[in-house]
């Protein structure tokens, strides 16, 4: 059984369960998740920190499931409720990496397998950083603001800045992070990496170079967050190492926002003391009307939107039915 959602319809599994496990492959049953856009990104941000038991049961997926030998969601939540009303489910797929939605304890008390998918949106998320890059440093999305209210501003609280000419920092070198440094390439800056987990021959490949997290704060123009949470990194990234950014350098966060100690960073810009930064992921979504972040003038926002896009969403279903296909 496939669960649509307002992200990925699930239509998109069924065309892709097709062509990768053949026309006569199933039966496949589709269920909708229930509620709105807004609605269900909503309860995604909450089972991100909380997990599926914090959002309300979907009960149109408990109805259908009962038959259910494999699963194939998104952002639907599968709490304990969903994997007890389907006795035959074997295996949970995700079209994501994120599993917060998932019931994972539950599952293997049940002996449900439940897997994800890896780099399905990261040639997105990466574009998505080259352009909070360049608009963040040349003031893009202020200048076009000025323009559509009648003025003609040109003058911002730093210089632009050219990528070529800088050297960017990439904390995580996952899927994301290569994409990022392949697309960076032709703009010719300067490559520093932190992530213990690659090997030297991988960095060589994108022409980086390793760096420890103090380096790479302090000699990096512009600074690219994209790695994953882990219970070891949460909020590493505060006042101490914000502290060594030169005031001219930028910070762009795609990953998560648990990463970062946003009380700082948010300190940090209001006083002036980096360039400014472009954020696509925040610790409440959607930022309250009165947050403070709305009122910043060196800060670029986006509404974690990074790897939402047709192509991605159609390498999501691929990639699900490529694991389903090897299960």
């Known amino acids: 059984m496939v669960v649509g959602d307002h992200f990925i319809p699930a239509e998109y599994y069924v065309d892709a369960l097709r062509r990768v496990c053949g026309p006569d492959f199933g039966p496949v049953t589709t269920v909708q998740w229930a509620g709105d856009k807004a609605g269900q990104h909503e309860a995604q941000q909450r089972m991100e920190w909380e997990g599926p038991e914090a959002v309300p ?6 109805t259908a499931v009962a038959d259910a030998e494999v699963l194939a969601v998104h952002y639907a939540p599968v709490p304990k409720a969903v994997l007890l009303a389907a006795p035959n489910l074997k295996a949970v797929v995700v079209a994501r990496a994120g599993l917060e939605n998932v019931d994972r304890s539950a599952a293997a008390e049940l002996g449900v397998e439940v897997f994800g998918v890896a780099g399905r949106n990261a040639s997105a998320v990466a574009e998505l950083t080259i352009g909070l890059m360049l608009s963040e440093a ?5 200048a076009d603001a000025s323009v559509k209210a009648g003025g003609w501003r040109k003058e ?3 210089p632009g800045r050219e990528i070529g000419s800088s050297t960017v920092g990439l904390v995580g070198f996952g899927h994301v992070g290569r994409q990022l440094a392949g ?3 032709g703009f010719g800056p300067r490559l520093l990496v932190h992530d213990p987990f690659v090997y030297d021959e991988e960095l ?3 022409d980086a170079q390793r760096a420890e997290l103090p380096e790479l704060f302090a000699e990096s123009d512009f600074l690219s967050l994209q790695a994953r949470v882990t219970p070891e990194n949460e909020r590493f990234i505060g006042a101490e190492l914000l502290a060594l950014m030169k005031p001219t350098a930028y910070f762009v966060n795609v990953g998560r926002s ?3 100690n946003y009380d700082d960073l948010y300190r940090v810009l209001a006083e002036g003391r980096i360039a400014g930064a472009a954020l696509d992921v925040y610790d409440e979504e959607p930022l309250p009307v009165d947050s403070p972040w709305r009122k910043l003038d060196n800060v670029t926002l986006t509404p974690h939107y990074a790897g939402d896009t047709l192509d991605a969403n159609r390498t999501s279903v691929r990639l699900v039915a490529e694991r389903i296909a090897s299960l």
């Open 258 to 260: 648990r990463l970062v």
């Open 204 to 206: 060589e490949e994108f």
């Open 138 to 142: 040349r003031d893009i999305a202020r």
């Open 57 to 62: 049961v979907p009960a149109e997926i408990v």
């Open 156 to 158: 911002f609280p730093s």
């Open 183 to 185: 697309k960076l390439k």
